[in-house]
C-alpha cells in the first residue's frame, strides 16, 4: 500500500536513528550495519540518547552531539568521534579501544572503567572529567586537556601526553611507566603513590606538585620545573635530573643512588634533604657545602585538594 499523499518514507538513517535511541541493547543487523556505515551519522543529534549496551564498532560520528547521552557499557571499538560533543556524557565501563576522539568536547564526561586502549585524544578537552581506573595505555592524550580531572588508578602506561594540561589533576595511583609527559603542564598535581618508572618528564612543569611516594626510577626529569614540589619518600633512583629546578622542592627521605645530572649547586636550592639517601660522594660534598639541608626541619603541612571530577 504506497504511504499517504504528502507523506515520504523514512529514510534509512532516519530509521537506524531511531532505533539506536529508543533500544537499549540493540545490535544491528548485518544489513542495517552496512547501511549504518555507509550512510554515517556526522553531526548527528544524540542529546541525552539512551544508548546503553549500543553496538557503535566502526561508527562514523563526527562531530555528533552525545550531550548527557548514555552510552554505558556500550562497544565503540575503532569509532570516529572526532569533534563530537560528549559533555557530561556517561561512558562508564564503554569500549573505546583505537577510537577517534581527537577535538572532542569530553568536558565532564564520566569514562569510570572505560577502555580507551590506543584511543586518539589530541586536542580533546577533558577538563573534570572522571577516568578513576580508565585503561588508556597506548592513548595519544598530546594537547589534551586534562584540567582538575581525575584519572585516580589509571593505566596510562606507554600514554603520550606530550604538551598536555594536567594542572591540578588526580592522579594518585595511576600507572605511567614509560609515559611520555614532555612539556606537560602538571602544576599542582597529585601524583602520590604513582608509577613513573621510565616516564620522560623533559621540560615538564612541575610546579608544586605532590610527588609523594612516587616511583621515578629512571625517570627523565631533564630542565623540569620541580619548585615546592613535594617528592617526600620518592624513589629516583638512576632518574635524570640534569638542569631541573628545585627551588624549594621537599625532598624528606628521597633515595637519590645513582640519579643523573644533579649537582650540589642544584641541591642547595632545595628545601630539605633529611633522611636522603645519597651516593658517598655526593653526600660528603653536601656536608661540606650546605650541612643544614641534611639536618631534621621545621614541621610543615602542604595540602592537595582532590579533583572536582572525584566529589
Known sequence: ??????????????????????????????????????????????????????????????????????????????????????????????????????????????LRHANLREANLQNANLQNANLMKADLQGANLQGAMLQNACLWGANLRNADLTGANLQQTELTGANLQNAVIRQADLWRSNFMNTDLHEADLHGADLTGANLQNALLWKANLRDADLWRADLRNALLYEADLSGAVLIATNFIGVKFQKAKGVTVRQLSEVRTLYNCDFDMKLKARIKSICPHLLERPAVFSVTYPLSSAVM
Open 1 to 110: 500500500m504506497p504511504p499517504p499523499r504528502g507523506a515520504l518514507p523514512a529514510s534509512p538513517k532516519s530509521v537506524i536513528i531511531r532505533k539506536l535511541c529508543g533500544l537499549s541493547s540493540y545490535r544491528f543487523a548485518r544489513s542495517e550495519k552496512e547501511m549504518f556505515m555507509k550512510n554515517r551519522l556526522w553531526e548527528t543529534n544524540f542529546w541525552e540518547a539512551e544508548l546503553s549496551n549500543a553496538m557503535l564498532q566502526g561508527a562514523e560520528l563526527g562531530g555528533a552531539d552525545l550531550l548527557k547521552a548514555d552510552l554505558r557499557n556500550a562497544v565503540l571499538w575503532k569509532a570516529n568521534l572526532r569533534g563530537a560533543d560528549l559533555w557530561r556524557a556517561n561512558l562508564e565501563n564503554a569500549v573505546l579501544m583505537q577510537v577517534n576522539f581527537k577535538d572532542a568536547d569530553l568536558r565532564n564526561t564520566n
